[in-house]
Each structure stands twice: as structure tokens, then as C-alpha cells.
């Protein structure tokens, strides 16, 4: 295969949003759904827990796929992998729309979560590959970008569509856009690098496929039953223990199913804590914000759902700018600024939120956006870039698979103090709610310093020893 000429030309660009449609999808799909849960628990006569695994078994699914997309961008061409992930993702969206039954909702949301699967890191993969070096930046922006967006999209997106025609328009509504895409990304996807007959291992596979389960599970149970429950630590250290015999396993190995080495580099491990941080505090933001409106404010799900917008539109317009920040500036300012904005946020949270109105809450929240537009990507792109380009498939799988779980932990640790905080009074639900948010936003709070000092840490020249 000749060597590939890296052009940004438009073909390139509508590839990239061909493949963005459907990750952009998958999670306005897993966030819109969390306001459907009263509606599907009233519909198929199912309890919280149950209704629960509508996204639990989307995550389950995806952090099993994630992780391998290494060994799959390798083994086979981006174009097959994209038909598939989007025929997979297709079918699931219409098994959702049209299930007659819970079980087949989630079966539904299982095919979403394998085509998301493959579909998120291949749109970065594109990226890294086949964009101009000078222009990386801008184009890692753009294609955070259109995943950032949708955590703000679906709550307000599902509480309208919810409230004017049902839970089921919430997957209906996708289709036109899904199989545009598909014929658009089938025409425009290019190959840049000749794939390999690079050797499976099912041991590692199942290994690190049952730790990542392991963790979803021990997260999704943690936010009703507490972190320090037998069930709870029980799922954890069995994670750990899985993962420690996958990393085992992978250092021994000549040709693992993920080389663990990035995290060796120095850059790309503080720069993807920096991500996965961040990533919590926005999850976290976005199930407090809304709940907090609607439980203590008495809002709506549609109006409450739609605090967030505003931000999405800053963070939308800053995205793509901070990537050009990046590619003429360097990464240092972009990325310790938005730190320094989280922290700010963070702390006006903590130190004003539960206190005040949801508006309150909606407009502090603006600052948050400004932190992601000016740092989440360029944080991915400088982490990425620091790696050898046979290691960059490795780190971009380790990067999304890594951050989908901190945003799924950030969620469960926000709504577990909620529900400690309202279990602690429950004659008096408002003001346990109000307790368990001020308390998460002490939290986040913690968890912003500690990403701030990761992102600080990236750009400290270590000592040389003596």
C-alpha cells in the first residue's frame, strides 16, 4: 500500500461526521433515557432496578468492545468496521423503538452499545491518521466536539420528545440521521494503513472484557447501595483482580490484545487522568443539575433538562477554537486555563449551588463548557501525540475506554450521595436532596483540584536524578 498523503480535504470531513453521527447518538440515546425511566417503569411494569439496565447494559457492552478497537483497527479496514458498527447500531434502534416487551429494549440498547463501541475510537483513529499535523488540533476539537455536545443534548432532547410523543420517538427520531450517515461514511471513508494478521487472544479478551464489566456493575450497584456494601467491594476487587491478570497476561505477551506500555509515557497518563476527571465532574454536573431543579425547584423534566443547553452552546463554539489555541500556541495555555476555569466552577459550586435556584446552578455550569472546549481535547490530543504511531491505536482505545467508565463511576458516586443524603430524612425529601448535592459538589470539587494537578503535572519537567 503506498504511503498515505494526510489531506484535509472535504471527503475527510464527512467522514468524520459520518462516524460521529452514530457516537453522538449513542450517548444523547443513554442520557435521554435516564428521563424515561418513570415512563418505561409505568409501560413494562418493571422496578428501579430493573429499568436501571437499560443503560447498564448499554456500558456493559461497550466497555467489553472498547477496549479491543486496537486489535480491530489493526486486523480489518475503517469502511467494514464502520458498516458494521452502524448496521449494529441501526438494529438496535429499531429492536428499541419497536419492543413489545423490556427484555427486547434491552437487547436493543446491547447492539447500540456494540456499535458505539467501535464507532467512538475509529472516529479518533480517522483523526489521528489521516489529518495534517498542523491541522490535528482543530480536528480533534471538532471531533470531541460532537460527542461533548450530546450529555447536554439528551436530557432536554428526551424531556420534550418524552412529553409531546412518547419514550419510543426518542429512538425514532435518530433513523434518518443514522442511515445518512451510514451512506455518506460507506462513500467517504479512506484507508491509511494496510491492516494486519495480528493473532486474538480470548483469554486476555475475556479478562479484560469481565474487569470492565466488573467495574460498570460495581458502579451501577454503588449508587443504591452504597460503596462500602459486601456486594459493592465484592464486584470491585474481583475487577481488579481480573485486570491485574489481563495486565500480566499483556506484559508477557509479544503481541497483546492492548500494549499497556502507553501508560509507561509520562504525558499520555497524566493527560488521560486530567480527561477522565473531567469527564466524571460533567456526568455528575449533568444528572445533579436537572434532579436538583425538578425535585427541589419543581421544574419539569423538559425545562430542567434544558439548564444545560446554554453550556452545550459555549462549548460547542469553543471546542473547535481551542483546538486551533493548540496547533498555534502549544498546548500549555489552552489546557491549564480550562483547569483553572474547572476549578473555579467547581468551586463556586460547592461553595453557593445547593443554596440557590436551578438557574443558579445552569448558570455557574456555563463555566464548565469553557474548561472542556478549551482543554478536554486538546488534553486527548497532546496525550495521544506524545506516543510512538504504533502505539497510538493502543492509547486511543485505552483513552475511550477508560473515560466512558469515569463518567459512569462519576454518575454512580453523585447519585449514591444523593440517596444516602435523602435516605438520612426521609420525612423531608428536599431538604435530603439538597444536603446530598451540596455534598457532591464538595466532592467534585476534590476531584477538580486532583485534575488540576494532573494537567499541571504534564507540563513539570521531572527532575533528572543525579
Request: hydrophobic share 55%; net charge positive.
Amino acid at each position: 500500500m503506498p504511503e498515505f498523503e494526510r489531506r484535509l480535504d472535504k471527503r475527510l470531513v464527512i467522514s468524520i461526521v459520518a462516524v460521529g453521527v452514530m457516537s453522538f447518538a449513542g450517548v444523547v440515546v443513554e442520557t435521554a433515557m435516564n428521563i424515561a425511566f418513570p415512563a418505561l417503569m409505568r409501560e413494562f411494569g418493571v422496578t428501579t432496578a430493573a429499568v436501571q439496565w437499560v443503560t447498564t447494559g448499554y456500558l456493559l457492552v461497550l466497555s467489553a468492545i472498547m477496549p479491543i478497537s486496537s486489535f480491530l483497527i489493526r486486523r480489518f479496514r475503517i469502511r467494514t468496521l464502520f458498516v458494521v458498527a452502524m448496521v449494529a447500531f441501526l438494529v438496535g434502534t429499531l429492536v428499541c423503538a419497536a419492543a413489545p416487551q423490556f427484555v427486547l429494549l434491552i437487547v436493543g440498547r446491547v447492539l447500540q452499545g456494540l456499535g458505539t463501541g467501535i464507532a467512538l475510537p475509529l472516529m479518533f483513529t480517522i483523526v489521528l491518521q489521516q489529518v495534517p499535523l498542523a491541522q490535528l488540533g482543530t480536528m480533534m476539537g471538532v471531533a470531541t466536539l460532537i460527542t461533548a455536545m450530546a450529555p447536554a443534548v439528551g436530557p432536554s432532547l428526551g424531556g420534550f420528545l418524552i412529553g409531546a410523543f412518547g419514550w419510543r420517538s426518542i429512538f425514532l427520531v435518530l433513523l434518518p440521521f443514522l442511515v445518512l450517515a451510514l451512506v455518506l461514511g460507506a462513500l467517504t471513508i479512506r484507508q491509511s494503513r494496510e491492516t494486519k494478521r495480528v493473532p486474538f487472544s480470548p483469554v486476555q479478551f475475556l479478562l479484560m472484557a469481565a474487569g470492565f464489566v466488573a467495574l460498570v456493575v460495581a458502579a451501577n450497584a454503588a449508587s443504591t447501595s452504597g460503596w462500602t456494601s459486601p456486594r459493592v467491594l465484592g464486584l470491585f476487587a474481583l475487577a481488579l483482580m481480573l485486570l491485574a491478570g489481563f495486565l500480566l497476561l499483556s506484559r508477557r505477551s509479544e503481541r497483546p490484545l492492548l500494549h499497556v506500555r502507553v501508560f509507561a509515557d509520562r504525558t499520555y497518563t497524566l493527560s488521560v487522568l486530567y480527561v477522565v476527571l473531567i469527564q466524571a465532574v460533567v456526568l455528575a454536573l449533568g444528572y445533579l443539575i436537572p434532579y436538583f431543579a425538578q425535585v427541589v425547584g419543581s421544574m419539569g423534566s423538559f425545562a430542567a433538562g434544558c439548564l444545560l443547553l446554554p453550556g452545550c452552546i459555549i462549548g460547542a463554539a469553543l471546542t473547535p477554537f481551542g483546538g486551533r489555541i493548540l496547533d498555534r500556541l502549544g498546548a500549555m495555555r489552552p489546557i491549564l486555563a480550562g483547569a483553572v476555569i474547572e476549578v473555579l466552577a467547581l468551586g463556586l459550586f460547592a461553595a453557593l449551588g445547593a443554596h440557590g435556584s436551578g438557574v443558579r446552578l445552569a448558570l455557574i455550569y456555563l463555566l464548565i463548557p469553557v474548561c472542556q472546549g478549551l482543554s478536554v481535547s486538546n488534553s486527548m490530543t497532546n496525550g495521544l501525540r506524545s506516543l510512538p504511531d504504533e502505539l497510538q491505536a493502543d492509547g486511543n482505545a485505552a483513552f475511550n475506554t477508560i473515560q466512558q467508565l469515569g463518567g459512569a463511576i462519576g454518575t454512580a458516586v453523585a447519585a449514591s450521595l444523593v440517596n444516602e443524603a435523602q435516605a438520612a430524612s426521609p420525612a423531608d425529601p428536599v431538604a435530603g436532596t439538597t444536603a446530598g448535592v451540596q455534598t457532591s459538589f464538595w466532592v467534585l470539587l476534590g476531584a477538580g483540584v486532583i485534575a488540576f494537578a494532573a494537567a499541571l503535572g504534564v507540563f513539570v519537567t521531572p527532575r533528572r536524578p543525579r
